[in-house]
């Protein structure tokens, strides 16, 4: 879908942002910064490595999509990139307009415009909206005379992007494409940056459909069988989740046939869709191909372990019908049955 490595990091400017309850936590550059090579290649990694998976989204608005204000001055940069600076200033002002939340941190905003992205079967312009909250300490240790110094600096950690957005030049009239980090995301507060400032929308790839289904089936299980087994439903997460791994394109009769097989649990899977859609405010569709990346995001969600007290864990991986559960009255004790053909 994308491919980031030879992405060249033309222009950059960066600015100081903080919540709108404190006036003074707006302060901005006079000018771009022009880094020697090296700090372009740190900066590089800081601002695209975190952008591993391909859930794509775009700007929106409830009336008319010039009116988003961020995709206004994206698009003018786009246009003539020369603008680039006077409106990393705009965005920077805006985004400070819209943290309203006093517990919002004040951090850098760096704005960046990038060359040579590959999205797609196309090499196009991105432009990067990023910024770091989070302050780390770090020790420089240096040798001095006939010893060494050590100092505490407050520091970015590079590898640990708080929020940012990778804006692709390509399907303007809908709103672009773009990819989120948000890492901070963790209460009211946190929301400023995508449903405030930017104001997106998730868009709806095949990414997108594996995802929404296979969180479907995962809550299907957890909420329709709360009184199953942990056997049983770790063996229905997996039974779906392996459909996914094995087929190339999703087909819901397909699927109910294989993996839910009887008519009662059909039915009972359909009502929950429904529900499940109605509160989510999600779709799903009965037909897409699968995206490999969405699947694989998925397996570390997909909980396949037997916690049995504090002595004890058993990983499932396949097979379901080689483990039983049993009662042993003499002891008054659960226990597992499993059978396997080697030991390795």
Known sequence: MFQLKNARLDRLAVHRVGSK??????????????????????????FLKPFTEERL????????????????????VFSDPEKFYDNSRNIATLLHSESRHPNIKTGELYLAYFDDVNFGESITEAIGIFKSESKETYLKV??????????????????????GCLI?????????????????????????????????????NNYYHTEAYLDLCMNFVEEVFPEADKIDKIGMKQNAANYFKEKEAF?????????????????????????????????????FDINKSAVKK???????????????HIYIHGDRSRIEKGYDEDRQLNYYTVYYEEEN
């Open 21 to 46: 309850t404190d006036p003074e936590s707006l302060d901005l550059s006079k000018e771009e910064i022009t880094p020697d090579e090296d700090i372009l290649n740190l900066l590089k990694k800081f």
């Open 57 to 76: 989204f775009s700007f929106k608005h409830t009336t008319d999509i010039n009116l988003n204000e961020c995709y206004h001055y994206i698009k003018e």
């Open 142 to 163: 240096y040798p001095k005379k006939s010893t060494y110094q050590v100092e505490a600096h407050n520091g970015v950690n590079i590898n640990k992007l708080d929020k």
């Open 168 to 204: 692709f030049n390509t399907e303007e009239e809908d709103g672009y494409r773009m990819l989120i980090i948000d890492k901070t995301n963790k209460g009211g507060e946190a929301q400023y940056w995508m449903d405030d400032f930017l104001q997106v929308k998730i868009h709806e």
């Open 251 to 287: 087909n819901v009769k397909e699927f109910e046939e294989e993996v839910m097989q009887e008519p009662e649990i059909i039915d009972a899977f359909n009502n929950f869709k429904s529900q499940y859609q109605e509160a989510k405010q999600v779709k799903t569709y009965d037909e």
């Open 298 to 312: 998925s397996d570390k969600f997909i909980k396949s372990i037997l916690k049995l007290d504090k002595n004890f």
